[in-house]
């Protein structure tokens, strides 16, 4: 049974940093590609970046620049650091598994919120 953890959500002031954390287990996750999605209130999931299992990255426009996604394959734990918050990057987090068969795992969500 595949499992994702997020953690590290929280308030901030705008300008300030966080970083997420996702520990995954119950699966062999050096093969598996390894996102960061967020649901702002009231709106859809969306993007926010990519780490496949090769390590190429890849960010949605509005965070790059600001947004790093990194993983520690030893951990099993894929990491999102967010430097220059703004209040429009408020959102719930979400991390997503892919495997090589392509199944989708997603966690329960981190609450990230901005204040301006």
């Known amino acids: 049974q595949v499992q994702l953890v997020e953690s590290g959500g929280g308030l901030v002031q705008a300008g300030g940093s966080l970083r997420l954390s996702c520990a995954a287990s119950?699966?062999?996750?050096?093969?598996?590609?390894m996102g960061w999605y967020r649901q702002p209130p009231g709106k859809e999931r969306a993007f926010v970046a990519q780490?496949?299992?090769?390590?190429?990255?890849t960010y949605a426009a509005s965070v790059k620049g600001r947004f790093t996604i990194s993983r520690d394959a030893a951990k099993n734990t894929v990491y999102l650091q967010m430097d220059s918050l703004k209040p429009e990057d408020t959102a719930i987090y979400y991390c997503?598994?892919?495997?090589?068969?392509?199944?989708?795992?997603w966690g329960q969500g981190t609450q990230v919120t901005v204040s301006s």
């Open positions: 119950g699966g062999t996750f050096s093969f598996y590609d």
């Open positions: 997503k598994a892919v495997s090589r068969a392509r199944y989708n795992y």
């Open positions: 780490i496949t299992w090769s390590g190429g990255v």
